[in-house]
């Protein structure tokens, strides 16, 4: 599976950008999602993941409610919507993906994930 993520760029606080994860070479429909970020000098931490079916999903605490994602098995694609953005939310994004067996599982480690994208930096300015 090759994964292209966009959508990062330069935003104000409190503003919101959409990013965007393009899947290729598998059945797209076979896998769970997840968006990772990593912020300069800090480790790679979990952002969201859904799962198979799209019936299930998990957000970072630090996210919660500002964070949507989700997945369109018609377009191939995984979006991370990001409103009221902060300036810690300052990262490059990764979206991830994994061959699910199981149609509702979620995964939030980042060592459960098989394909990786190249990364979108976000940059939030106070």
């Known amino acids: 599976v090759q994964l292209q993520a966009s959508g990062g760029g330069l935003v104000q606080a409190g503003g919101s950008l959409r990013l965007s994860c393009a899947a290729s070479?598998?059945?797209?429909?076979?896998?769970?999602w997840g968006w990772f970020r990593q912020a300069p000098g800090k480790e790679r931490e979990f952002v969201a993941a859904?799962?198979?079916?799209?019936?299930?999903?998990r957000y970072a605490d630090a996210v919660k409610g500002r964070f949507t994602i989700s997945k369109d098995n018609y377009r191939n694609t995984v979006a991370l919507q990001m409103n009221s953005l902060k300036s810690e939310d300052t990262a490059v994004y990764y979206c991830?993906?994994?061959?699910?067996?199981?149609?509702?599982?979620?995964?939030?480690?980042?060592?459960?994930?098989?394909?990786w994208g190249q990364g979108t930096l976000v940059t939030v300015s106070s």
């Open positions: 991830a993906s994994k061959y699910a067996r199981r149609m509702e599982v979620v995964d939030t480690s980042p060592n459960e994930y098989e394909y």
């Open positions: 070479g598998r059945p797209f429909n076979q896998y769970r």
């Open positions: 859904i799962s198979r079916n799209n019936y299930n999903t």
